[in-house]
C-alpha cells in the first residue's frame, strides 16, 4: 500500500502582507495542515508571532485547516496552555527547552487536553538516544533538519538517519508516535526523509517561494512509501 507523504507549508515563509490570501490558497490546493513557527527571541534569535495572530487565523481557517504549532520557546509549556485554551489542536516543543520538573506537568497538560495533540521537537545537537525515553509521552516527534530560528537555511546532511532511527524504535517497540521534519525540505531532501520513514514534511521556503505551489506541493507528494 502506498502511504501518501503529508507536506505541512511553514506560515513564516508566506508574505505576512496577505496572511489570509496564503492560508486559503493553501486549503485550495488541498494542504490539511500548515505549519506555525512561534520564537520567541531567547530559545532562539528573532522573534515570530504568537497568540494574537494565531487567533485570527484559527477563527478565519480552522474549520478549513489545522495549525500545527511549533513553539521555539523558553518554558514552552506555559505557552502549550494557552495555545490549547484558544482551539489549538497540535503543538510541539522543544526537547532542550524542557526542565524536569516538565514531565508532570505535561502528564497534567495530557488529562486537561485530552484532544490535543503533543509533539516534542529536538534540534540537530540533540540524538535519538537521549530523546527515545520521553516518546511514549507523544503523539509526535519533530525532528529539526536545521539549527531552529529562520527559514531558508540547508538541510543538514544525515538528518534523515535519526528519521530511520526512530522508524525503527518505534516498530521494535510497537509504539504509534508519528514523525515529521522540519528544515531545508525541498524536492530532493523530502524523498530522501520519506524514504527513511517520516510522516510528514514542513516546508517553508520551498513551497512559498515557488512560482507555481501546485507543482511543488506535487514534487513533494512525488515522494511515497511503499508500505
Ligand atoms: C525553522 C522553522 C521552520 C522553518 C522552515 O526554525 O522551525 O519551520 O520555517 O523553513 P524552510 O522550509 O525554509 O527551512
Ligand atoms: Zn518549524
Known sequence: MEKETLIRPSLLSADFNHLGNAIKEAIDLGVQDIHYDVMDGTFVDSI???????????????????????????????????????????????YEALTLGDIPRIKEIRGQYPELKLGLAFSPETSVDEIKNLLSLFDFVLVMSVVPGKAGQKYIEGSEKKIAQLDEYRKNFNLSFKIGVDGGINNVTG?????????????????????????????????KVIE
Open 48 to 94: 515570530s508571532f504568537g497568540e494574537p495572530i494565531f487567533k485570527v487565523v484559527n477563527k478565519a481557517f480552522g474549520e478549513s485547516i489545522a495549525f500545527d504549532v511549533h513553539l521555539m520557546c523558553v518554558n514552552p509549556l506555559k505557552q502549550v496552555s494557552q495555545f490549547a485554551a484558544l482551539g489549538c489542536k497540535e503543538i510541539s516543543f522543544h
Open 191 to 223: 524523498p530522501l526523509c520519506v524514504d527513511s520513514g517520516v510522516d510528514w514534511l514542513v516546508a517553508g521556503s520551498y513551497y512559498f517561494n515557488a512560482e507555481n505551489k501546485k507543482e511543488a506541493l506535487n514534487s513533494l507528494h512525488k515522494a
